[in-house]
């Protein structure tokens, strides 16, 4: 339900309140407050709609409006005429016979209604009252909080003491509810007096959570995107990251086309772009990818694979901050935006149980394979020469060549047409359940949950199973608040045994997957003549999977965070806490000996495995103070916050090479460490303290600022530069509180803000400012030497990104229209990157600061109600986002030509070079096929055309990063049952089609023996005239990376169709012991329409996904 604060300053929530150490801050502020007198209100209304009706008033008094705006809209529209009247008497005018009820505090005007409520007597003399006390957080009485019978339409309010009488009976379970704030529901037992103290609401819309305060969206300034638990489920019930992604469009996942929808893959996510270079040397085994967002997990940091694994049905609230304002706060480690998951906390009351149930069917997606059957492939292999000997080869050749293709070709004839992709796939299945039980009394909460989630991938032998418990305590008394959370998590996940799916996908259609008996051969095809024949002998890549090979990961984690609030009084409080966590991870791989990979090796060499252990042990703790306060129309909040923070992450490996047959995989088997190594250990510590003082100021709901300053140390960079600064200010404009808006009755918010700060990066290798050496294997007689084999920089800087930031705001006619909009640049400078030093020094790579990157984007999200019945539940929306975002290099000045010959060397389309795009394609354009030939065309640099390719041609000649990108969503709720599509769309990508490339052409000699795209037959050019845009058929050499092989990619994606049903006063629930039942249906990635045929998911394929989600409370 959406809530609407208005006016006079900023609501203070009571803040868990964090740090002060390392810097002295102070607040002065001077008020003269005299005794406030009823506002006079002089106002006419001719059938006016009650929310607009009290913006009209909210112009014209000093005071700050909180209620509830669906609330409101069931009101009938008031007509008054008033002058100079005292605003009660205009309330009482107005809502003459309704159910609405208000109080004045603290400048805050709080409305409530609610139908009515059958009041039983209070005295009654066979059924005993209940009496008690509502109060918030900070022990203040809520007037009017609503105490309901469930399943009923007995209620009762509580009065200006927060006081209340209801008479009950011992079976009765109570709902109390107010405006803001968590509602809870209990049962009565026995009890016969009841205090209950009611949570704000981190999930609410109306406040930003940030990960270390809770902030008033109305004044707070920075561009932030919050989203609840309920509407990440309506998504889908994967995980959280794959939610974010449909809701907001700045939040990126880059696809990777390698692996498919893996559940052991780690996703490429990114917010606003890039700010650092994504290359392997940037960081060590232990480092993240430089472009990936800060996760925060209940105030601490945590990893993506904890975000991934996290229980969805535990979520309350996920917050993405975006800009300086928002992220400032995270100093160091900000630039690539903070991603702020708030996970559930135990409720007052009886003890509820809480169960969901996720289940999901993936179907392997192989739609985009465009491969030759048996006939076809035959006939290409004919036309492509395989079947000829070569001018270098013996006479004899050419006879078994014939013999082979008499082979071949009898299997064709025979009707042998093996579809292969089927083999390694299965529809896989996921299964996850959720139990969750707490409760408790104002002084006391407990919660305890436990979930476990089973996924069987769609490649057989693949899966995951995680699983996670945790146990929350809250103890509050008078000013003192302690909570604590302990959550245990592990999760064991397998690779499939089938190995790449690309291998599926290159054997020949025309040979049979199995012998007559059933059995699997090694190989496909048993060539007959002389040794010749082995050296293109095909694999049949079942035969792998037979054998007793493994890829096992397993790990647990157990972290305990722990929370105390101390409240000096009403604004000022002092909050501190303190994360242990301590993570093991181990990878058992294993190569059986008899793998076709070993087959020309020695038997000291056939087999191989390896094993990687990790221990992570980290702390984090921290201090803050924070002052909140109230003095007529202004409204401050200052914070003091500091933190320490410490990783010493462990890792050890071991390599073995050498099985006998029939090994299970047990290293004491093996014949001896892998060649050139043994046995390393990696220890790695790395720590971070740091420093922060913010301020929030708001004058009269209508202009506001935010400041933050902090400073960082860290031991990632320079032993020289150990600490750096990172501010920013940010200011907010209220429009809408304006005097001279109140004509404008359809305008229901405006607001301006813009910001501009510094955040920095630092995902990056913690030995870049330290010299490393490695001993000598060999002693001498002057003892055992050393050598140097990475070269610090301790004068490297920090990374810096400069973000700007202006957006709005905006809310139309009676909440129908909503707008958010950000315009933003970035500036990175000085980059991180690893020059190239001379091989004479034996050095890899010298970490250094070196030009910088600038990133620019827009981004929207819109949203209007073409039918809007909120009193009936009626509502149709249909939203849109979108986003654009654009990067480019400056300040190299060719110093990274060592790198981007590395580029070349690798054959990859990337460059490092000044003006130019993170995202650009790098090849040499390209004319096309001449018809007279069959050879293709390029165009040199000079602008001249020719058949020769050099690599002094390649230029930019496409962009990988779409023009815009986002999501088309309708959203339709009829009472109890809702009905969301959510389609994406990509348009002005550039794609690579790697399809074209390797399976169309570049297919040599031994390649043939191979299937291929169909267009490898059908496209290519054959004879003289021929207007083809592939090269000739019978050609075999090698065609390098050129423009013919860029296409435009504009997507179209079913990425979310899903429906839902809510069952809340059925009296069949209560008689199966239910408070509530939701059943949830999911259609996720089901279709998906491209202008590029390329192949999708070539290690592990794509699915689509059906779904299904049951959720109750007991």
């Not at 607009?52 to 909210?58: I, V």
């Not at 208000?102 to 209940?130: D, F």
């Not at 809770?214 to 794959?242: H, M, P, Y």
């Not at 004491?668 to 220890?683: D, E, K, L, M």
């Amino acid at each position: 339900m959406k809530k609407n604060y208005m006016h006079g300053g900023a609501m203070f929530r009571k803040r868990y309140g964090q740090p002060l150490l390392l810097l002295l801050f102070s607040v002065l502020w001077t008020a003269a407050v005299s005794a406030q007198t009823q506002p006079k209100v002089t106002l006419k209304a001719n059938n006016m709609a009650v929310p607009e009706f009290l913006r009209q008033l909210n112009r014209q008094t000093k005071l700050r409006f909180l209620y509830n705006q669906e609330e409101m809209m069931q009101l009938p529209p008031v007509t008054l005429q008033v002058r100079n009247e005292p605003l009660d008497k205009v309330l009482e005018a107005a809502f003459k016979g309704q159910r609405v009820y208000y109080n004045i505090t603290n400048g805050t005007l709080v409305l409530r209604y609610r139908p009515a409520l059958e009041q039983t007597p209070v005295q009654a003399p066979q059924t005993p009252s209940l009496t008690g006390t509502i109060t918030d957080e900070d022990g203040q009485p809520l007037s009017h909080a609503t105490i309901q019978e469930a399943g009923t339409n007995r209620g009762t309010y509580t009065n200006e003491k927060g006081f209340f009488t209801f008479p009950v009976t011992n079976g009765s379970i109570l709902r109390i509810s107010y405006v803001g704030m968590e509602p809870i529901t209990m049962a009565v037992g026995k009890k016969r007096e009841l205090n209950v103290s009611l949570k704000r609401n981190a999930a609410s819309k109306e406040v930003v959570v940030t990960g270390m305060v809770t902030r008033n969206r109305e004044s707070f300034t920075g561009a932030v995107a919050t989203f609840t638990g309920a509407e990440l489920k309506a998504i889908g019930n994967q995980n959280v990251v794959q939610s974010l992604k449909t809701l907001d469009p700045s939040f990126v996942i880059v696809e990777n086309n390698s692996f498919g929808a893996n559940p052991n893959a780690m996703p490429n996510v990114e917010v606003r772009g890039k700010t650092s270079l994504s290359t392997s040397e940037v960081k060590d085994q232990f480092g993240q990818d430089p472009n990936l967002p800060l996760f925060i997990l209940d105030g601490f940091e945590t990893q993506l694979r904890n975000i991934i694994d996290l229980d969805m049905n535990r979520v309350e609230s996920i917050t993405i901050l975006k800009d300086a304002a928002s992220t400032a706060m995270y100093g160091a480690r900000a630039a690539n935006g903070v991603v702020v998951v708030e996970t559930r906390k135990p409720k007052q009351g009886e003890l509820q149980v809480y169960y969901s149930g996720d289940f999901r069917v993936e179907i392997p997606d192989l739609r985009s394979y465009n491969l030759m059957d048996a006939r076809e492939k035959l006939a290409f292999e004919v036309l492509s020469g395989r079947y000829r000997k070569s001018a270098s080869d013996q006479p004899q050749r050419q006879l078994w060549l014939d013999s082979m293709y008499s082979a071949h070709r009898a299997l064709v004839e025979q009707g042998v047409n093996t579809y292969w992709l089927n083999e390694p796939v299965q529809i896989g299945f996921t299964q996850g359940h959720s139990v969750y039980a707490g409760g408790g009394d104002e002084q006391l909460r407990y919660g305890v949950g436990v979930n476990y989630k089973k996924i069987s991938g769609a490649m057989k032998g693949s899966g995951r199973d995680a699983w996670g418990g945790t146990v929350d305590l809250t103890y509050r008394k008078g000013r003192f608040n302690i909570s604590n959370k302990l959550n245990v998590s592990g999760y064991t996940a397998h690779e499939s045994p089938y190995g790449s799916f690309s291998n599926f996908a290159s054997a020949s259609p025309y040979f049979p997957k199995r012998q007559d008996n059933g059995g699997i051969t090694k190989y496909l095809d048993n060539p007959p003549g002389d040794t010749i024949g082995k050296t293109i002998a095909v694999v049949n890549p079942l035969y792998n999977a037979t054998l007793n090979s493994f890829d096992v990961t397993k790990n647990m984690g157990v972290q305990n965070n722990l929370q105390m609030i101390w409240s000096f009084n009403s604004y000022l409080r002092l909050q501190g806490s303190l994360q242990l966590s301590k993570e093991n991870t181990t990878r058992e791989n294993f190569l059986s000996p008899l793998n076709s990979q070993f087959d020309n090796s020695s038997i000291y060499e056939k087999g191989t495995y390896n094993n990687t252990r990790t221990d992570i042990f980290s702390y984090q703790s921290n201090l803050m103070l924070t002052y909140a306060r109230v003095l007529g129309q202004h409204s401050i909040t200052a914070n003091l916050r500091t933190e320490a923070q410490e990783s010493a992450t462990r890792g050890y490996r071991t390599a073995a090479q050498g099985f006998p047959d029939g090994s299970n995989g047990n290293p004491a088997f093996a014949f001896s460490y892998q060649a050139n190594s043994r046995p390393g250990v990696t220890i790695d510590k790395y720590r971070r303290v740091n420093a922060m003082a913010s301020a929030n100021y708001m004058y009269d709901g209508r202009y506001m600022a935010d400041l933050t300053y902090r400073i960082d140390g860290s031991t990632a960079f320079g032993s020289n530069r150990k600490f750096s600064p990172f501010w920013s200010v940010g200011i907010g404009w209220n429009l809408h509180q304006e005097k001279f808006f109140k004509e404008i009755k359809w305008v229901n918010r405006l607001k301006l803000r813009a910001d501009v700060g510094s955040t920095g990066n630092q995902n990056f290798s913690s030995f870049s400012s330290a010299d490393l050496y490695q001993y000598y294997e060999n002693i001498n007689p002057f003892g055992q030497g050393a050598t140097l084999i990475t070269m610090g920089n301790p004068d490297l800087k920090w990374q810096n990104t400069l973000n700007t930031n202006v957006g709005t705001d905006v809310t139309l006619f009676n909440n129908r229209f909503n707008l958010t909009f950000n315009a933003y640049n970035k500036k990175t400078d000085p980059l991180i990157v690893i020059l190239t030093l001379p091989t004479s020094t034996g050095l890899g790579g010298f970490p250094a600061n070196l030009g910088y990157m600038a990133t620019r984007g827009v981004e929207a999200l819109a949203n209007y109600a073409v039918i809007y019945k909120p009193k009936q539940r009626i509502i149709w929306r249909l939203g849109y986002t979108g986003s654009m975002v654009r990067s480019r290099y400056e300040g190299f000045d060719n110093k990274l030509d060592g790198l981007n010959k590395q580029q070349l060397d690798a054959k990859s389309l990337v460059r490092f070079r000044d003006g130019r795009s993170p995202d650009d394609i790098w090849a040499v354009p390209s004319l096309g096929i001449d018809p007279a030939t069959g050879r293709e065309v390029l165009v040199k640099a000079n602008g001249e055309t020719t058949f020769d390719y050099s690599t002094d041609d390649i230029a930019v000649v496409g962009n990988s990063r779409p023009r815009m990108e986002g999501v088309i969503s309708s959203n339709f709720t009829y009472g109890p049952f809702n009905l969301g599509i959510n389609l994406r769309y990509r348009w002005g990508a550039d794609l690579f089609n790697t399809a074209l490339y390797n399976k169309v052409e570049n297919i040599g000699r031994t390649a043939l023996a191979y299937n291929q795209d169909r267009r490898a037959l059908y496209d290519r050019w054959k004879n003289p005239g021929d207007v083809a845009q592939f090269k000739g058929i019978s050609i075999t050499d090698r065609t390098e990376m050129s423009s013919r092989f860029i296409q435009r990619d504009n997507a179209i994606v079913g990425e979310s169709i899903n429906m839902g049903y809510e069952m809340l006063t059925q009296p069949w629930l209560r008689k199966a012991g239910m408070q509530s039942l939701r059943l949830n249906a999911y259609l996720n990635d089901i279709f998906r329409w491209s202008t590029v045929r390329t192949e999708r998911g070539t290690e592990y394929p794509f699915t689509n996904t059906i779904a299904f989600s049951v959720s109750a409370s007991f």
